[in-house]
């Protein structure tokens, strides 16, 4: 575990031979690195794993001010550099996925593979947005902040999950400020469809069978907007299908890395 100007990072795995391609972790909003750890687990045996902490969250807490997606598609390029790590597979959640959609466009020549997981290409819908903005504007009412808590952990985990409390004390202790920040972030996003059919190496679309916070559909949409990528819903999963349904998710990202790489 390290840092570069404040931005935490993880670098797990080999790094010559098989650790061939390096996997980059971008984490969805609300989380940190830790939500891969079941990926990190099993993937670290055979590839280099660098799990990176968006601004705002986990080990980056203390990072201020105001960001865009593209200033953390620059971070993730500062960690790359730092490791000397010239080309990656990059691996988004949710808002990490927005990142990692924009890195394939800013820097294309440093990725080799992309990885969506609960994401989209598109922009969010007008009762998202609505939803994103009384979340954003009252989360300094630590009531309402219980209560949206509570109300998103089945959302976004899944029902009845054991992770739900580890969760649950991490979400309570974002301040005001990291989440004003990183929600004005995904919502002035720029409108990217025009420009992922430039994206063309390999993707793999992964997506939650019951994730009502990104539909199947967006997924599906997204997957005929990239040339070549590979669609797989995992059943029963919710928005962070990967913390419950770890297993289906490590079996379609290793089978896709073997196919590729």
Known sequence: ????????????????????????????????????????SVLKEKYRVICIDIRGFGGSKDH????????????????????????????????????????CLKYPGRVNGLILMGSQVARDNEETVKNYLYLRDHWHDTGIREELVNRLLPVIIGEHCPDHEFWQKIWMSHSHESISHAMDAML????????????????????GEKDTGIPVSAACT???????????????????????HSSATNRAILSWLHDYF
Request: charged share 20%; net charge positive; glycine share 8%.
């Open 1 to 40: 575990m390290a840092y570069i100007d404040s931005v935490y990072f993880t670098d797990m795995g080999p790094d010559t031979g098989r650790g061939y391609p390096p996997l980059l972790f971008l984490h969805g909003f609300f989380m940190d690195s830790r939500m891969f750890e079941k990926q990190i």
């Open 222 to 244: 997204s997957c005929n907007l990239l040339k070549y990528a590979r669609f797989i819903e995992i059943p029963g999963g919710a928005h962070a299908f990967n913390i419950r």
């Open 188 to 207: 002035k996003r720029d409108d990217i469809t025009h420009k992922v059919k430039s994206i063309t190496v390999p993707a793999l679309i992964l997506h």
């Open 64 to 103: 201020r001010g105001p960001f865009s997606l593209y200033d953390i598609a620059g971070d993730v390029i500062k960690v790359a550099d730092h490791l000397n790590i010239r080309k990656f597979v990059i691996a988004g959640m949710s808002m990490g996925g927005y990142i990692a959609l924009r890195i």
